[in-house]
């Protein structure tokens, strides 16, 4: 196939462009270039903005392709030009939504049947906090509107490996190739899901080839924050007990949602029908693995400051 990638120079659309390549897909990636990709050079590369609209869209027009991944796609002024640009032009249209689309879901485990937000209006172009979830919600609809059965939404939850600039699973990657005491969250008992960004690749390369219509959810195993420490092989964990936490932000300890706390949806999030209709997981312990691999040539600080870290473990020890 021919498939046109809306962004892919990082991360999530590094490993689609590579999932495509590997199968012996042609790839043309669109994006603005301002910064320099690592992607291949069988990859074609074409100049755009798409906060210009249907204006920074000009590199697409007199072209075809078979299919498009949408992976930059936040806002509708992002999504409406594109999905109408290229309908009728791509057989398929697959966007990457996200798993905040469900907000804090109570219903649980969140299932592509879940509530979502209500929608963004078609104006809003801020993309904060509030409104990331509802404007995903948005272009959803536009996509859905536009393409019927020919549109693929992905929801991912957390995403984790190699290349991941966030910063939430290269945390604790990181911190346990450290050594010595290490803080561990809760008492072992909350879940951490997270999915790794090649399976969630592999997938949308799958929907591409077979056709596969729908939403569905991307996400990865469910598993203790025991089972998470020992996969990380972190040799000297210390537990901190959730009241000892109390008032830590969630950016100091990327992953953890107690149980019962807020957003605890998104360690809940059912994989069942991706699964039975293809998605393949690859083990944590790889995934751990493969992301420590790459850590060791990047620059990743730490979320949680070591004063702080020791801080915390010595109060949960009075």
Request: net charge neutral; hydrophobic share 40%.
């Amino acid at each position: 196939m021919k498939v046109l990638t809306l962004g892919g120079t990082q991360f999530i659309g590094r490993h689609i462009v590579d999932a495509l390549l590997a199968d012996g897909h042609s790839v043309s990636v669109l994006a603005r270039g301002k910064t320099p990709d690592a992607l291949p050079p069988q990859v074609e590369r074409l100049r755009g903005d798409r906060d210009e609209g249907a204006a920074g869209l000009g590199a697409l027009n007199g072209r075809a392709w078979d299919a498009c991944v949408d992976v930059s796609g936040y806002t509708p002024r992002q999504v409406r030009p594109s999905a109408e640009a290229l309908r009728g032009i791509v057989s398929r249209y697959l966007f990457i939504s996200t798993g905040s689309v469900y907000g804090d879901a109570k219903q649980r485990p969140v299932t592509e049947t879940n509530s979502t937000m209500t929608p963004a209006a078609e104006d809003v172009t801020v993309i904060d906090g509030e409104t990331y979830g509802p404007l995903k919600v948005t272009c959803e609809r536009i996509v859905r509107d536009i393409y019927g059965d020919k549109a693929t939404i992905l929801r991912p939850q957390i995403v984790a490996g190699p290349h991941d600039p966030s910063g939430r699973f290269t945390y604790w990657t990181k911190r346990a190739t450290l050594g010595g005491t290490m803080l561990a969250p809760g008492d072992g008992t909350d879940h951490v899901q997270v999915i790794d960004g090649r399976d969630l690749a592999r997938f949308a390369r799958k929907a591409l080839e077979e056709g596969i219509a729908g939403t569905f959810n991307m996400a990865g195993h469910r598993v203790t924050w025991k089972g998470f420490i020992a996969a990380l092989g972190a040799k000297d964990p210390v537990w901190v007990p959730k009241e000892v936490l109390e008032g830590v932000d969630s950016s100091e300890l990327p992953l953890f949602r107690p149980e019962n706390g807020t957003y605890a949806g998104l360690m809940d999030v059912s994989n069942a029908k991706a699964v039975a209709a293809g998605l393949r997981l690859t083990d944590l312990e790889v995934t751990v693995k493969d992301t420590r691999a790459w850590l060791a040539g990047v620059d990743c600080p730490l979320a949680l400051s070591p004063g702080r870290e020791a801080e915390l473990v010595r109060k949960s020890r009075r």
